[in-house]
């Protein structure tokens, strides 16, 4: 089972980014998807979470209407779609998955170390 998580990079302020993460090794549609994102100096936050099958979402309060998680079952790839970023977005960000089930608000609630699979991070930098 492997997480491949790519599209970070630098961006101005106000700037968009799109960070995939593809998956492979196991069925696409069975598992839950999330990013997390980890700044220097602080502990590794939820971002973004998508229940099985995409059904239901969850985003963390700083990116709520900024920030857009969806899935490709097909592809078994998640996208995270990040617009109007700030410099406070700066941070690395990793994809993770498991296979709870759940809807997403649930799974906002299960701590980063219990989730079952994580991707490499990808640096996301927010500065002009």
């Known amino acids: 089972v492997q997480l491949q998580a790519s599209g970070g990079g630098l961006v101005q302020p106000g700037g968009s980014l799109r960070l995939s993460c593809a998956a492979s090794?196991?069925?696409?549609?069975?598992?839950?998807s999330g990013w997390f994102r980890q700044a220097p100096g602080r502990e590794r936050e939820g971002v973004a979470i998508i229940s099985r099958r995409g059904g239901t979402q969850y985003y963390a309060d700083s990116v709520k209407g900024r920030f857009t998680i969806s899935g490709d079952a097909v592809r078994g790839v998640v996208y995270l779609q990040m617009n109007s970023l700030k410099p406070e977005d700066t941070a690395v960000y990793y994809c993770?998955?498991?296979?709870?089930?759940?809807?997403?608000?649930?799974?906002?609630?299960?701590?980063?170390?219990?989730?079952?699979?994580w991707g490499q991070g990808t640096q996301v930098t927010v500065s002009s």
């Open positions: 993770a998955a498991t296979k709870r089930l759940g809807d997403a608000q649930t799974l906002a609630t299960v701590a980063p170390d219990e989730w079952d699979y």
């Open positions: 090794g196991f069925g696409s549609g069975y598992y839950a």
